[in-house]
């Protein structure tokens, strides 16, 4: 049912705030993370030396955010992989390696085929789904489920604002169980994290209509380039990866400071890019480099849309556009950053006249290899 909703994705969208917000209930006591599924499991987790992370297109790049804060918080090496690609290549793994899946349908059939594959290699397995009862969970050693309730539409929305919030909360119990980092520390990411529903609310209410509105300006645009650095990397690769699927617009996502070593060839005049942009009190160096990038390209004529903090007075004049994101933490910024990317993807589709639940020759769940 789509509940009033034009479609289901539209749907989905709006209740990327809850999304986030039922996968942190009854998670969280006290300034620290308590996770039920994962009673039992210190021993495990005092005992890995590297964590992997599987997980195919945005669930993959939900990992990819993960590993920043992941890393961070637990000094663990983090690797990030393409399910499909994993089990090809001799992977090096053993009792030493968490081997954590993330998949919102929990039947993706190469996600299953890698975490198989991970277990009969000596890794333990954690799983971080969607569905309860799913294959992939069944698979594996530890399970925390995300609680973004059922996805219809197949392009992943809500499902991939739930996926890191419980790569999140893994890894600040992981950090807590290894004494990695202190109580307060971990207290203050949390706060970070609640307050993310009622932020990502603010964009929904502030910004929807005018991104929809400008959304239907750019229904002819051939080519889109997404720019970001840092964790803003791979929300640039989540934005190109929606409007690829959903609008059949050639999209492509870079690391702003990868321009230099080919992609700036791409920018001339008229070319749109997004651009993710830091936030200039909480990550100024980032955030000067970033801004950087934006006058290469645009003295190259790019036009360049900036998913910008409120506050950030910096990026006005050297933007066509700015879509603006309530201040963050640097690691928590992607769940705001990607809201607008989302709802420009469908936005765009929608001014096409295409059908944003049932993009062409794609399926919800891809259960063959
Ligand atoms: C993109 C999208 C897909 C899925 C991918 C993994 O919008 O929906 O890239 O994220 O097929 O699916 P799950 O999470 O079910 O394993």
Redesign the pocket.
């Known amino acids: 049912d789509k509940g009033g909703w034009s479609s289901f994705m539209a749907k989905e969208v709006s209740e990327e705030p809850e999304a986030v917000a039922n996968t942190l209930r009854g998670r969280i006591r006290g300034g620290e993370v308590v996770i039920p599924e994962l009673d039992g499991l210190d021993e495990l987790f005092q005992g890995i030396s590297r964590i992997i992370v599987i ?5 993959a790049y939900a990992g990819q955010v993960g590993k920043y804060a992941i890393e961070q918080w637990t000094r663990i090496p983090v690797d990030v992989e393409l399910a499909h690609e994993f089990r090809y290549r001799d992977p090096v793994i053993g009792p030493d390696t968490l081997v954590v899946s ?7 059939m190469d ?1 299953l085929m890698a975490v198989k594959y991970a277990r009969e290699h000596g890794a333990r397995t954690l799983s971080i789904c969607n569905t309860q009862g799913a294959t992939i969970p069944r698979e594996s050693d530890a399970i925390v489920y995300t609680h973004a309730g059922p996805e219809v539409a ?3 929305t809500k ?1 991939f604002v739930a996926q890191i919030t419980a790569l999140y909360l893994m890894g600040l119990h992981i950090a807590r169980v290894r004494g990695a980092i202190d109580h307060e520390s971990a207290a203050a990411h949390i706060a970070e994290l609640e307050a993310v529903p009622g932020k990502i609310a603010l964009i929904l209410e502030r910004e929807q209509p005018r991104i929809e509105q400008f959304a239907g300006w750019m229904a002819d645009t051939r080519s889109v380039l997404f720019l970001g650095r840092h964790v803003g990397f791979p929300i640039a690769l989540e934005g190109a ?2 409007l690829k ?1 959903l609008a059949y617009i050639h999209a492509e996502g870079f690391a702003a400071g990868e321009l230099k070593h080919g992609p700036i060839a791409l920018i001339e005049p008229g070319q749109p890019v997004f651009v993710v942009v830091p936030s200039p009190s909480q990550s100024p160096e980032m955030h000067k480099k970033v801004v950087s990038s934006i006058e290469e390209i645009r003295a190259r004529g790019a036009r360049v849309i900036s998913i910008a903090e409120e506050g950030d007075a910096a990026v006005l004049p050297k933007s066509d556009e700015v879509l603006r994101i309530p201040m963050a933490g640097p690691l928590f910024e992607p769940l705001l950053a990607v809201v607008p990317l989302h709802i420009f993807a469908m936005g765009l589709a929608t001014a096409k006249g295409l059908d944003v639940d049932q993009p062409r020759n794609l399926a919800k ?2 259960t063959v290899e």
């Open positions: 997980a195919c297109g945005t669930a993330i998949s919102q349908s929990g039947e993706t996600t197949v392009a992943s499902a990866l929606k699927e769940s891809v």
